[in-house]
Structure formats: C-alpha cells, structure tokens
C-alpha cells in the first residue's frame, strides 16, 4: 500500500478489503502501523478489536504499544461499511 506521495505527516492510504468471515463472534480484527524504511519496516504502533464491535461509519483507532500501553496522540481513521 503506498501513501500520497507528500503527505508524510497525515499519509491516506485508498485501500479497501474484503473477508469472508465463518464465525465472526470469535473473529478479531488487529491493525498494525508500520514506518516502511528502506532497511526494513519500524513498528509504530497496533490496536485489535472484536469483529463485532466494529460499528459501520468513521472510527478514530487508538494505537498502542506491542505490550498493549496507550500511545498519547497515536491514532488512526478508519472508514468501515
């Protein structure tokens, strides 16, 4: 997935996917934020959540740290449908 060429600061990634979930109630969702470096790829930060507490529209996600901590001013936009 490649971000808006000068748009570091606030990138906007125009990507939609689609699954095919069998048992949604044990299904969870984990979104993972990477720096993509040259050398490799920096974790930046991650959120998981149950499938079905997904709510249709415009979400702000919190992002936390890979022992589970909040990360002050770390979040991200997701649209869901």
Do not use: W
């Amino acid at each position: 997935m490649a971000s808006q060429p000068t748009n570091g600061d606030n990138p906007i990634f125009d990507e939609s996917f689609e699954f095919q979930i069998n048992l949604p109630e044990l299904a969870m969702v984990r979104f993972v934020v990477l720096d993509d470096d040259f050398i490799g790829d920096e974790f930046i930060g991650q959120y998981t959540i149950p499938l079905e507490c997904l709510q249709p529209g415009y979400r702000h996600v919190p992002l936390q740290s890979l022992t589970g901590e909040d990360l002050p001013h770390a979040k991200f936009r997701l649209y869901v449908r």
